[in-house]
Each structure stands twice: as structure tokens, then as C-alpha cells.
């Protein structure tokens, strides 16, 4: 990473800025299934305290609901409907865990039916409710929902690229690059992201093997990760990129750490280098640019309840945050926060994690014992999953930069916004700015 940024360092000091007067880029990191009691976990392992994550400074800071139709208590008219039929804040509050305990919340968690990642996904890239295991698509119209990435492809002043820890065709890639009625027909999805929606560039794992020719076919230049640091590449500004990660490793926690809190893998596919050469390139590309960085490992480690994974994964993503406000502040390249706006948000919360007590800095959960092949017995007490599923509990959204003011005129009366007012803020900054 340190070589690219000091590639970095000399680049675009003296590129025109014709865009002055608006805001040039736009970074939505979206962290699946991230809970705030997740990003307490994070905090207090690393630093003995909560709050101390690096979107924990941003200047612009809310609470988020994420309820989709299935979620609705009663007949859900998108014309004429209850939130608090969608999320009930007299029964589950208007802060989230563990800032707010109840007993009737954590029941009312229990039974009401959750959201699923791209239903809210949906919700923040079009600004419509829609049910669960679609894809922008609205059931009672029968019709596909123009998302943000649509509307900002219309007016062509702007390049997107989308990077994923996951399959490029599901969830965040699904919801703001393309439209179906199911979520699981990746077939299509796939082939509507390459050869319709046609980000600038794409980064992701890809397990349908024939779409790297159909890539190829509508204009893509494939390359493998560990392709990114030869110089030839370089070459490449005039052409749209598929990266193509083989598979994303969390990084792995040590427990009573001194210097390093947090083991990588050793591996060519650091996903960090991923991010900051996909920078580069549209840097180099001298045009404003929309970058989603999807996050999905942590969605993952929750429905598997598997706490040291989870650290892993909000990790990773609370490094890349840091990463990116490190390089826009750097002066190194054209991007600061008078043009620049970095957005870290959660879709949905998974797992239901609570504590019974918080762990100190540097310390792990003692590993679950299996007896007789069968019956596990419970080791630590400190924590504990209710959940393997997602849950509509209220989850975080962060913002710094260019226009972050502008989100503070969704929050509503109890400091509350819902995932449908991501994609009214973020029309705020592509549309009307």
C-alpha cells in the first residue's frame, strides 16, 4: 500500500477542476450486517472503550432504520403508510443497543420479521420499500425501480466503480447496479451489471466463470489481483477494469496484543491494495466518480455468530475508512473534503450480539467446547448471539466531507433516518447539487 501512495503523492496537483463548485467524489462504504454492538466489540478490544472507531469523529453522525415491506405491521401502502409500523420506537427505542435496554425490544427484535440485505440495499439505492429477495422491483407495479447509479449514469458526469469482498452480482452490487425480481438469479444480475449498468470499474470475487468472456465482450479489461502492482497496468486509464479477487481474507485478532492487534493472512490479495489502486485509476481518469466499497464478511461472522470473525471483518472495513480519510487529507492527490464526501453506513444488522459484560482491550472470548460431537457447552458468558438471522434494530450511518451537512435534514425528531434518505441524500449530492 505505501508504494502506491507515494505514486500517489505527485499526482493531480495541477489537474483542471472543472468541477470546482460541485462535489467530485463520492464514497459510500457499505458495511453488511454491522450492528452498533459490533462496532462497540471493535472499539473496546482495540482501545478498552467504545466509540474510538474512525467514523466515530465524523462530524455527521445518525441512527438508521431498516425495515422492508415484510417487515410492515398491516397493509403497506408506499403512498400512504406508518413508519412505527415499520419500526415500533415506542417499543424499541430510538437509540440502538446497548445504549438502550429493554426487555420488550429485544422480543419485539425476536419476532418481527427482518429485513434482508438487499431489500435494504434496495431501499438506499432507490428510495422505495420494496419485499424481501428482490431487486429494485416493486411487486405492485410489476416494475423495475430506476436506482441512484441510473440516474447518475443519465447524466454522464460522473464514473462509478463498485468493489466488493464478495461476489460482484450480490448484495450492494445487486441493488445499486441492477434490477430483478429475485436476488438469486445471479446469471442475470451478472450480465446486466457488464453490459448495461458498465461501471468504470469493478472489483470482486466471480464464481461464474463464463462472465469473464462476457466481460470481456462488452469492454472489460480483465485482470487478476495480483496483476494490479505491474507496471503495464498503469497503461490501462482509457479501458473499464474487472478485478478479479479470489477469494477475501479477514484479517485474524490476536488477543493480548502489544504492537499488532490484527493478523492478515499472507496473500497477493490484500484488500486494501484493491482499494487504493481503484482509486488511482479513476483519479487518473480526470472525471468526478461514485465508488461503492462493500464490506460483507461481517454479515457473514454474525450469522455464524463467530465473534473473533466479526472483530476481523469491522476491522478491515474500519482500516480501509481510515485509509481513504488518511489519502483525501494527504494532499497528495485532488481530493479533499471540500470536494470529497465518505459515507460509512450498515444496511441491516445481524446476529443480535449482546454482552453480558465487555471484554477488555485485547481480550477474546474463550472458544465454545463441543461435547459429544453434538452439545455445545458455552465457555464465555461475557457474550452472546440471539440470532443467526438479521434483525431491524437501528444501525449506523456516518458521513465527513463535501455537502455531509446536507444529511442532517433527513434525521427526523428522534435523531433517526431511515435507508430510504440514503438515496434521498445521495440524490442531494448527484442530482440537485
Same mark, same amino acid.
Given at each position: 500500500?505505501?508504494?502506491?501512495?507515494?505514486?500517489? #503523492?505527485?499526482?493531480?496537483?495541477?489537474?483542471?477542476?472543472?468541477?470546482?463548485?460541485?462535489?467530485?467524489?463520492?464514497?459510500?462504504?457499505?458495511?453488511?450486517?454491522?450492528?452498533?454492538?459490533?462496532? !462497540?466489540?471493535?472499539?473496546?478490544?482495540?482501545? +478498552?472503550?467504545?466509540?474510538?472507531?474512525?467514523?466515530?469523529?465524523?462530524?455527521?453522525?445518525?441512527?438508521?432504520?431498516?425495515?422492508?415491506?415484510?417487515?410492515?405491521?398491516?397493509?403497506?401502502?408506499?403512498?400512504?403508510?406508518?413508519?412505527?409500523?415499520?419500526?415500533?420506537?415506542?417499543?424499541?427505542?430510538?437509540?440502538?443497543?446497548?445504549?438502550?435496554?429493554?426487555?420488550?425490544?429485544?422480543?419485539?427484535?425476536?419476532?418481527?420479521?427482518?429485513?434482508?440485505?438487499?431489500? =435494504?440495499?434496495?431501499?438506499?439505492?432507490?428510495?422505495?420499500?420494496?419485499?424481501?429477495?428482490?431487486?429494485?422491483?416493486?411487486?405492485?407495479?410489476?416494475?423495475?425501480?430506476?436506482?441512484?447509479?441510473?440516474?447518475?449514469?443519465?447524466?454522464?458526469?460522473?464514473?462509478?466503480?463498485?468493489?466488493?469482498? *464478495?461476489?460482484?452480482?450480490?448484495?450492494?452490487?445487486?441493488?445499486?447496479?441492477?434490477?430483478?425480481?429475485?436476488?438469486?438469479?445471479?446469471?442475470?444480475?451478472?450480465?446486466?451489471?457488464?453490459?448495461?449498468?458498465?461501471?468504470?470499474?469493478?472489483?470482486? @470475487?466471480?464464481?461464474?466463470?463464463?462472465?469473464?468472456? #462476457?466481460?470481456?465482450?462488452? +469492454?472489460?479489461?480483465?485482470?487478476?489481483?495480483?496483476?494490479?502492482?505491474?507496471?503495464?497496468?498503469?497503461?490501462? /486509464?482509457?479501458?473499464?477494469?474487472? !478485478?478479479?479477487?479470489?477469494?477475501?481474507?479477514?484479517?485474524?485478532?490476536?488477543?493480548?496484543?502489544? =504492537?499488532?492487534?490484527?493478523?492478515?493472512?499472507?496473500?497477493?490479495? *490484500?484488500?486494501?491494495?484493491?482499494?487504493?489502486? =481503484?482509486?488511482?485509476?479513476?483519479?487518473?481518469?480526470?472525471?468526478?466518480?461514485?465508488?461503492? !466499497?462493500?464490506?460483507?464478511? !461481517?454479515?457473514?461472522?454474525?450469522?455464524?455468530?463467530?465473534?473473533?470473525?466479526?472483530?476481523?471483518?469491522?476491522?478491515?472495513?474500519?482500516?480501509?475508512?481510515?485509509?481513504?480519510?488518511?489519502?483525501?487529507?494527504?494532499?497528495?492527490?485532488?481530493?479533499? #473534503?471540500?470536494?470529497?464526501?465518505?459515507?460509512?453506513?450498515?444496511?441491516?444488522?445481524?446476529?443480535?450480539?449482546?454482552?453480558?459484560?465487555?471484554?477488555?482491550?485485547?481480550?477474546?472470548?474463550?472458544?465454545?467446547?463441543?461435547?459429544?460431537?453434538?452439545?455445545? @457447552?458455552?465457555?464465555?458468558?461475557?457474550?452472546?448471539?440471539?440470532?443467526?438471522?438479521?434483525? *431491524?434494530?437501528?444501525?449506523?450511518?456516518?458521513?465527513?466531507?463535501?455537502?455531509?451537512?446536507?444529511?442532517?435534514?433527513?434525521? *427526523?425528531?428522534?435523531?433517526?433516518?431511515?435507508?430510504?434518505? /440514503?438515496?434521498?441524500?445521495?440524490?442531494?449530492?448527484?442530482?440537485?447539487?
Amino acid at each position: 500500500m505505501k508504494k502506491f501512495f507515494l505514486i500517489l #503523492f505527485f499526482v493531480y496537483i495541477f489537474s483542471p477542476c472543472i468541477y470546482a463548485d460541485k462535489t467530485k467524489y463520492v464514497f459510500l462504504v457499505v458495511a453488511d450486517g454491522m450492528s452498533v454492538s459490533n462496532e !462497540i466489540a471493535l472499539s473496546n478490544f482495540l482501545y +478498552g472503550r467504545d466509540k474510538m472507531l474512525s467514523w466515530n469523529s465524523f462530524p455527521v453522525q445518525t441512527v438508521m432504520t431498516t425495515w422492508s415491506i415484510n417487515s410492515y405491521t398491516g397493509t403497506y401502502d408506499k403512498n400512504n403508510f406508518d413508519d412505527n409500523k415499520g419500526y415500533d420506537t415506542n417499543v424499541a427505542g430510538t437509540i440502538p443497543y446497548p445504549y438502550y435496554k429493554s426487555d420488550k425490544a429485544e422480543q419485539y427484535f425476536k419476532n418481527s420479521i427482518p429485513t434482508d440485505l438487499t431489500a =435494504s440495499l434496495t431501499a438506499m439505492s432507490t428510495g422505495q420499500k420494496i419485499y424481501n429477495n428482490t431487486v429494485c422491483y416493486d411487486k405492485a407495479t410489476e416494475k423495475f425501480i430506476p436506482n441512484i447509479v441510473d440516474k447518475i449514469n443519465k447524466k454522464k458526469e460522473f464514473n462509478t466503480a463498485l468493489i466488493t469482498t *464478495n461476489n460482484f452480482f450480490y448484495g450492494a452490487g445487486a441493488a445499486f447496479f441492477a434490477h430483478n425480481k429475485s436476488k438469486n438469479s445471479y446469471n442475470e444480475i451478472a450480465k446486466e451489471i457488464l453490459s448495461k449498468t458498465k461501471p468504470e470499474i469493478i472489483a470482486g @470475487i466471480n464464481e461464474i466463470y463464463e462472465m469473464n468472456k #462476457f466481460a470481456s465482450s462488452n +469492454g472489460y479489461y480483465c485482470l487478476d489481483v495480483s496483476e494490479i502492482n505491474e507496471p503495464q497496468v498503469f497503461n490501462l /486509464i482509457d479501458k473499464k477494469l474487472f !478485478i478479479k479477487l479470489r477469494k477475501y481474507y479477514v484479517p485474524q485478532p490476536i488477543e493480548y496484543f502489544t =504492537s499488532e492487534s490484527f493478523e492478515y493472512q499472507s496473500s497477493d490479495e *490484500n484488500f486494501s491494495d484493491v482499494v487504493l489502486y =481503484s482509486i488511482k485509476m479513476l483519479l487518473e481518469k480526470k472525471k468526478p466518480f461514485f465508488t461503492l !466499497i462493500e464490506f460483507t464478511n !461481517i454479515d457473514r461472522a454474525n450469522s455464524e455468530n463467530d465473534y473473533n470473525k466479526m472483530l476481523g471483518a469491522v476491522y478491515d472495513c474500519n482500516e480501509i475508512v481510515k485509509f481513504i480519510c488518511d489519502l483525501v487529507q494527504s494532499n497528495s492527490t485532488e481530493m479533499n #473534503f471540500d470536494n470529497t464526501i465518505l459515507i460509512v453506513v450498515s444496511p441491516c444488522s445481524s446476529g443480535m450480539l449482546r454482552f453480558n459484560s465487555f471484554l477488555a482491550k485485547g481480550n477474546l472470548p474463550r472458544p465454545n467446547i463441543l461435547f459429544d460431537k453434538q452439545t455445545i @457447552i458455552k465457555a464465555d458468558t461475557n457474550i452472546d448471539y440471539k440470532t443467526k438471522d438479521n434483525v *431491524n434494530e437501528l444501525v449506523g450511518c456516518y458521513c465527513i466531507g463535501a455537502n455531509s451537512s446536507l444529511l442532517k435534514k433527513h434525521i *427526523n425528531k428522534n435523531g433517526i433516518i431511515d435507508n430510504t434518505d /440514503i438515496y434521498n441524500f445521495l440524490s442531494d449530492i448527484f442530482i440537485n447539487d
